[in-house]
Structure formats: structure tokens, C-alpha cells
């Protein structure tokens, strides 16, 4: 049996980057005064990726039960039409696991804690493992695909590995 342990660091705009987009509101966003000045817009927080083989932009809730940590990871999934945001709904932190596009490679996965008010938007073909909300149900707002053809691949773990995520 293999061991494979996965430390937690913490979402941010450059760490995340090879794998999607971090939404938030920060001071570094590209700010606007709209609404006669009632509202602060922070502007185009994610490529948003959904349009290949016809495909549409949906909104959907997500109600993800909560995990406790050390958790193993089972499975992995990647969307190769179109980009998935989550924005969390909820008042709890949430873990993130990813890899790079292209062939699933174990060895080269990154966990990542997500605070109550960060999103994450993964870009098209990112692997990354479903929902890990902490402490109670979350609800999570996504954006995704609908449309025609085939738009999430799984990869198994394999039984030999534990792939584990650490506190």
C-alpha cells in the first residue's frame, strides 16, 4: 500500500492559478463605482468556459455534506467541455484538491483550504475532487455546462494508494 498525503495551503490567486480562478472580493479585483454609487461591482472575477459543442451557461445549488479530516480520496473528475464555479454559500471553510489538465497524474495534486467567502472557478479540463465542505452542509452556487456530449471524466484511485487529505 502507497501513501499519498495531501497538505492543505491556502487558496490564493497565484497558487491557484494553473487550475482556474480564486472569486473573492479584494482590493486587487478591478473595481467600479455602479448604481448612482450604492454598489461597489467587483468586475469579470472568472473566465467562465462553457460554450464548446454547444453548450450553455446553468446555474444550480449544490447541498454538499460535510467531511471531517484526515479524508481519503476515492475518485477524481475533470470537465472537458466547460469551466465549473463554485461560490460558497455557506459561513464554513472548504477544502479544494486539483490537478492540471491533461493526463491524471497523482503524484502532482494540491489541496487547498478555501475560506467562507472565496470561490473557485475550474478551468476546463482541471481535475479536482467534488465538494469537501467542513463543519456542516454547505450549499455551494454553481455555474456549468448544459448542453449535448460528454462532460466528466472520473478517474478511480487506485486500491493500492491512499490518497489521503491532511488537516
Given amino acids: 500500500m502507497r501513501d499519498i498525503k495531501i497538505r492543505l495551503q491556502p487558496l490564493t490567486r497565484e497558487a491557484f492559478a494553473p487550475y482556474g480562478d480564486v472569486i473573492e472580493v479584494n482590493e486587487n479585483n478591478n473595481i467600479m463605482a ?3 454609487g450604492k454598489t461597489e461591482r467587483h468586475h469579470d472575477l472568472a473566465n467562465i468556459d462553457v ?6 451557461p446553468i446555474v444550480n445549488i449544490f447541498n454538499s455534506q460535510p467531511v471531517s479530516l484526515p479524508f481519503t480520496i476515492k475518485v477524481m473528475e475533470r470537465h ?7 461560490i460558497n454559500m455557506g459561513k464554513q471553510p472548504y477544502v479544494v484538491v486539483v490537478g492540471k ?3 491524471f497524474d497523482i503524484d502532482n495534486l494540491q489541496g487547498f483550504i478555501a475560506q467562507e467567502h472565496q470561490g473557485v472557478n475550474y478551468h476546463k479540463g482541471t481535475w479536482h475532487h467534488y465538494s469537501l465542505c467542513l463543519n456542516e452542509v454547505s450549499q455551494f452556487l454553481v455555474i456549468d455546462r448544459g448542453g449535448e456530449g460528454h462532460n466528466c471524466d472520473e478517474e478511480a484511485i487506485p ?7 491532511e488537516s
Avoid at 51 to 56: A, P, R, S, V
Avoid at 80 to 86: C, I
Fill in 159 to 165: 486500491e493500492n494508494i491512499n490518497l489521503i487529505i
Fill in 51 to 56: 460554450n464548446d459543442q454547444g453548450g450553455k
Fill in 80 to 86: 472537458p467541455l466547460g469551466s465549473q464555479a463554485f
Fill in 101 to 103: 489538465a491533461g493526463e
Fill in 34 to 36: 455602479i448604481n448612482y
